[in-house]
């Protein structure tokens, strides 16, 4: 990912933590990361 994805899969996982009400945590930047890569137009495999 080059750095405009990583940022927006940051915004992403913070969107997902507010929605959550919590702090960000490591399985919603996984999540996000994921997401993020599967927009890219790139599948992932887990």
């Known amino acids: ?12 996982a913070a969107y997902l ?5 919590s702090a960000i945590t490591m399985g919603q930047l996984m999540r ?5 890569y599967e927009a890219m137009g790139k599948l992932s495999s887990t």
């Open 1 to 12: 990912m080059t750095g405009g994805y990583i940022k927006n899969a940051a915004l992403r």
């Open 17 to 21: 933590a507010a929605h959550e009400g």
């Open 32 to 36: 996000a990361a994921r997401a993020e």
